[in-house]
């Protein structure tokens, strides 16, 4: 199994800026994309941005320019640097990553438990 911890979220006056970071642990074999999710409250899950094993990045058009995500490899780790942020970032933010445990099972999703960003207006 893979365990992701989260932490970095708080509250936030509009303008200012969070890092997330999430760690994977776990019997791992390797680990493919990672990648930040969030939701807000009456709303859907949605991808915020996502990194793949060779650093290549995509982000959702709401947060292009204000948000950069990151990885260490070495570390398992991945990381959200959000910057500008907005009353409407406010969600909680989950951590994803396509991992491998074993070659049976293949990449699977495992996700972390969410980490609250609140932003102020």
């Known amino acids: 199994q893979v365990q992701l911890v989260e932490s970095g979220g708080g509250l936030v006056e509009a303008g200012g800026s969070l890092r997330l970071s999430c760690k994977a642990s776990?019997?791992?074999?390797?680990?493919?994309?990672m990648g930040w999710y969030r939701q807000a409250p009456g709303k859907q899950r949605e991808l915020v941005a996502s990194?793949?094993?060779?650093?290549?990045?995509s982000y959702a058009d709401s947060v292009k320019g204000r948000f950069t995500i990151s990885r260490d490899n070495a570390k398992n780790t991945v990381y959200l640097q959000m910057n500008s942020l907005k009353p409407e970032d406010s969600a909680v933010y989950y951590c994803?990553?396509?991992?491998?445990?074993?070659?049976?099972?293949?990449?699977?999703?495992?996700w972390g438990e969410g980490t609250l960003v609140t932003v102020s207006s």
């Open positions: 994803n990553t396509k991992a491998v445990v074993t070659m049976i099972l293949g990449v699977m999703d495992y």
């Open positions: 776990g019997k791992i074999f390797s680990i493919h994309d």
């Open positions: 990194i793949t094993s060779g650093g290549s990045t």
